[in-house]
């Protein structure tokens, strides 16, 4: 079994429930026992979403949105929804969103657009 370095857009403990950027490990294992679903995927350059959830997936519940960056990269910004800070994943980084509840996070496909494989997978993965 190989662990990957996950970084996981998750909600704070405060009541708030502001969106915030923890690192994790995971087994390789887990990604594959825990798959609903995944997908290849391709986004233009500077496309970008504003705030917005980890979702409650309707038929699955609390699921984990994982994504691993192939080419390009894309920023997530988290925290104070009136002072996002920005971080930028590259090549080889693997993101995932639980971040079900508050004011969510944003996101923006960095200058050279992102090439992705996303998977959706049961529950959330630990922090």
Same mark, same amino acid.
């Given at each position: ?59 699955? &519940?609390?699921?984990?949105? *994982? +994504? @691993?960056?192939?080419? /390009?990269?894309? $920023?997530?910004?988290? &925290?104070?929804?009136?002072? *996002? +800070? @920005?971080?930028?994943? /590259?090549?080889? $980084? ?34």
């Amino acid at each position: 079994m190989s662990e990957i370095k996950v970084s996981v857009v998750c909600c704070d403990d405060s009541a708030a429930k502001r969106s915030k950027i923890v690192e994790t490990t995971v087994d390789t294992s887990w990604l594959s026992d825990r798959l609903i679903e995944s997908a290849e995927q391709e986004v233009a350059s500077g496309e970008a979403r504003g705030l917005h959830n980890g979702a409650i997936h309707p038929e699955h &519940g609390a699921v984990t949105y *994982l +994504q @691993e960056v192939k080419e /390009g990269g894309f $920023s997530v910004f988290v &925290g104070d929804p009136e002072n *996002l +800070q @920005e971080t930028f994943f /590259g090549v080889g $980084s693997f993101v995932a969103f639980i971040d079900s509840e508050g004011p969510g996070h944003a996101s923006k496909v960095g200058p050279d657009g992102v090439k992705r494989t996303f998977r959706l997978l049961k529950g959330h993965v630990e922090t």
